[in-house]
């Protein structure tokens, strides 16, 4: 059994979220305890969330599961793409996740497809370097509906509603409800000056949601 084949068989018996002894996996795969014992190391460098020593077991903790799919090389390509494409033009946060992710993907696909494409996307830009250490606040004040004090480079200061980003390739832009002149505006994130939580908080309103937004815009 290749490795990555034996990798994925590993975490596939470790799903039921019980104590596995490593005798017991190396019998189930037909390996030596020592190989076991390397096996869990990678995982759990790789992000996996798995605790236990040697002589105890294994438990694979709190797992976020997702039911079995099977991907062409093409799709396997899209995945890293989108992994490449956060990686390079997301907040630091988001980037860190992509790189967890990716190893994750490479951890548990035959090597016939996690080798197909190796480091063949690579996306930057200045812009987006500009935007990345704003877009975590931004994630948030619109996912928990907190507004914001924004300056920006050649408008007023405003008081805004979060409610949406767009990646163009190179540039980042949000999409809000700015208050301060009652009506929706778009900005591009990294001519943003300065940008802070102010204490306030919103509930979606009729008329000023991102879906009225797409809605207008559809329209003309």
Known sequence: MRRNDRLFELLRLLQDGRLHR???LARSLGVSTRTIWRDMATLADRGLPITGERGIGYVLRDPV????VALTKDEFEVLRLGISLVGGAAD???ARASESL???????????????G???FVFSSAEAAVAAPLLGLLRRAAREHLTLALSYRDRPPARIRPLHLDYWGKVWTLTCWNESINDFSVFRVDLIKSLELDGGAFMPEAGKTVD???NRITRT
């Open 22 to 24: 490593g005798t017991d």
């Open 65 to 68: 599961t997702l039911p079995p």
């Open 92 to 94: 630091p946060v988001l």
């Open 102 to 116: 990716r190893a994750k993907i490479a951890a548990v696909s035959p090597a016939d497809v996690s080798d197909t």
């Open 118 to 120: 190796a480091d063949t």
């Open 212 to 214: 009225d937004y797409l």
